[in-house]
């Protein structure tokens, strides 16, 4: 057993891509090593939702925004669309050159759950979903400045569309059990959620709730609750956001905020002063500013003109606003424990019932072992019409992995009825591969 998992361990140091360290998850917090880690970045996605290019494989473009993203001072960017059949060595080194983080949603406009309606939802959440999904993860699980996974955003839209929990919780479970079962690294997996305010905090609770397969490592959401006056800045509680602080204090898993920088009547970024303060710190993570960009919404810090960029008084002002805006110091009052949250009942807004999720396809329990197989990328057909759904609900921990990121086998799960615990480490094969040539070439960690 024991040179099994030093060969797991091993393999795990030799497909690491990248210098900076992995972040991690502890108690409500995102640690680097042994410093506090707060996001403090942008949204990335040139050309908007519509278009749904890879921003990380045009290369000339990348190099131009890292720049201004070095001027900002930003250690994190989020994508929300990459294409997963192509490689992104060169972006990625590119980012990690910059000590620039990335998170990165799952999701891609062809392969995503259908919220349409309860028949659309199951029909959507197949095996060539899932495939799309973990193909995705298997693109950047060995890029050391992959921060976290977004296994859903804004599903939630509205307060009549939250019978799409379970589903987006669902594919949080399957998401962290291919990660354990494949990944040299645990990678953290959340989702990151619209400020619906009747149900905000059901969402927080939900995802956070039940046996620990199906629990988010983190929960994010999109707030743009703070806006500037013509002015003046706004407060913090004219803002709310010292009641939001009162009702997150005892949240076990770290928050933050996945977009942020109302543009209304006067975008001053005063509350990137607030986020990195100690009036938040004890349970916030940071934010990144939306957007990059300018698209038809108004909400960009650039423009983006016949190939060139020219920034805005946005980013100046964002720049400005990043620059005086310390990161407390030490813990900044992180918690290293806590527990679970309980579950919210049904009520008038919150329209999920029970706690039980929607079982894994079929079809789609292969790739545990075997993996994904050929990646869709985002010419692949879709799979909102195609592949088997889901049929019946999945029993309480049966999405416990078969083993772990350092090839140990994963402890027995006494309540689940799906994939159990292996008798034997099981060690993906690529990674003896690895091994072979780590020995071979000296064990050389480069890109």
């Known amino acids: 057993m024991k040179s099994f998992a030093t060969i797991a361990a091993l393999a795990a140091v030799v497909a690491a891509k990248g210098s900076l360290t992995p972040i991690e998850v502890k108690g409500n917090a995102f640690w680097k090593g042994t410093e506090r880690f707060y996001v403090r970045g942008v949204a990335y996605q040139p050309g908007g939702a519509a278009d749904a290019k890879d921003p ?10 890292v720049d201004n993203f070095k001027k900002l001072g930003i250690n994190t960017i989020r994508i929300y669309t990459i294409d ?3 490689n992104h060595d060169e972006g990625m080194k590119m980012l990690d050159d910059a000590g620039i983080y990335l998170a990165l949603d799952a999701n891609t406009p062809k392969y995503s759950l259908n919220r349409e309606n309860e028949d659309t939802l199951r029909a959507s959440y197949n095996e060539e979903y899932l495939r799309s999904v973990f193909a995705t993860v298997d693109a950047f699980q060995d890029y050391s400045n992959l921060m976290v996974f977004f296994s859903g955003n804004e599903v939630i839209n509205a307060k009549n569309n939250s019978n799409a929990a379970p589903f987006i919780k669902a594919v949080t479970r399957d998401m962290k059990q291919y990660i354990s079962n494949r990944s040299p690294r645990t990678i953290p997996v ?12 059901q969402q927080a609770l939900y995802f956070d709730c039940g046996t620990d397969d199906e629990r988010a490592d983190f929960f994010a959401f999109n707030d743009y609750s703070w806006c500037d006056f013509e002015d003046k800045l706004q407060t913090f509680e004219g803002a709310g956001w010292k009641t939001k602080m009162e009702t997150y204090k005892d949240f076990p898993r770290p928050i933050f905020l996945s977009e942020h920088g109302c543009i209304e009547p006067n975008r001053q970024w005063g509350e990137v002063a607030a986020i990195y303060s100690d009036k938040m710190s004890s349970v916030y ?49 992180a918690k290293t424990s806590g527990t679970p949250s309980k579950c919210p009942p049904k009520d008038k807004n919150w329209e999920v019932e029970g706690t039980l999720l929607p079982a894994i396809p079929a079809k789609a329990v292969a790739f545990m072992d075997s993996g994904a197989g050929t990646a869709p990328g985002l010419d692949g057909k879709g799979s909102h019409f195609a592949g088997t759904p889901s049929k019946g609900t999945a029993t309480p921990g049966s999405g416990q992995a078969t083993r772990t990121p350092d090839g140990q086998a994963a402890p027995v799960n006494n309540g689940g009825n799906g994939a159990s615990a292996a008798n034997n480490v099981e060690i993906p094969m690529k990674f003896f591969g690895m091994v072979g040539a780590s020995v071979l070439l000296g064990a050389a960690l480069m890109f």
């Open 56 to 65: 990380l494989l045009d290369l000339e473009s990348l190099k131009r925004d």
């Open 84 to 86: 997963n059949s192509k």
């Open 190 to 201: 959340g989702y990151s959620a619209a400020d619906v305010s009747e149900i905000i905090e």
């Open 285 to 333: 993570s940071g934010g990144l500013a939306y957007e990059y960009t300018v698209e038809p919404n108004g909400y960009g810090i650039v423009d983006l003109k016949d190939g060139s960029i020219e920034t805005n008084e946005d980013f100046d002002s964002l720049k400005e606003a990043y620059s005086k805006a310390k990161d407390p110091s030490g813990d900044g009052g």
